[in-house]
């Protein structure tokens, strides 16, 4: 289809997500933003305006419309294969990146005045602040809390659902350790060179990124904090790998402490007890390389010999223990399992009743 740059136009910004720029767009041209995919680009008006950043004629009809420059478009796409998803020059694992999600930082928009835009770096979720302000990206709307998407929103500031504009809500901020973290992983992400340990940095990114995300989890396993690896603990396992192996080793001492006490003199039988449960956790880390990598340092710290994790293959059934309530990891301490025992030989050796 070919395009007639339009009259007027709107100012592009270098890092500037391509939602916001096809819903900034469209009213210059008297056009909904569901108007502007339909008419212009042939699309469904109920998809979200970031459809169009995996087409590249699309975009290149994009930057002749609004007089944009093309090769910002192109460094603001994506590109998703299987579950890992190519943005901003990073293959990211599943989860950190959504197309549809609309993430803003409500205090930033207000101070743009009559030009709020929406980031490229905000749509990263594992980011939880604004790397340059520290403050906290939002993706549910403050009033009604229902998720913040690209559809059927006619400006970027607003929510679809009931309206409200966010600007008007409460700008929150970062704790400054969680801002350190954050700029962090946002240094790393932009390819600045990061003192990683060599044993992870020779992982692909996606896979480095999937680890870390895990780290956090694994590390919060004693306490059974969290539920599952997320990317919204990224800036945490990033510390976390950055003091690989030795915040690894000490959650493995943690676990054995729970079953046999001093790590160092614990017995066979608990070690494998511990790895056993331990291997549910790996499971969880959806990366191979780095799976193979948590394998060799579980088994080197539990002293079991070389090799056991394939000479136990078939035998060990990976099972989730889960504590039926609350959907967490629930570990049996030996105490409990005593008790267990020492109730049920009770049952087994009580005399009968007298009424019997
Ligand atoms: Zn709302």
Redesign the pocket.
Known sequence: MSQVPWRRSVKQHPDEAIGSLVIRLAPEGLLTPGEFLKYHFGRDERRPPTDIASDREALEDLAVIGSFNVEWLYQATWKTLGTVTEFLGRRLPQGWFKPEVRRLAPGILCADSDDPWVRNEWQIRALPCDCDTGEMIIER?A????GLTWIRTQNVYS?A????DQRAAKARYAPADVLARSRDLRAYLRGDTADLPAELASLEDYEFLSLICWLTYFVALPDCVLVRPSPHEAVTGFRLAKQWPNSFDKTVDELLTRYGGNPDVVDHFWRVQVFEEALVALGRVGSQAAQRILEARLISRLRLPAGFNESKLGFIEPVARFDSRCQRFKWASPSEIDAMRSSHDRTRLRPPSSSE
């Open positions: 709307c009033k009604c809390r229902e929510c659902i009931c309206g409200y």
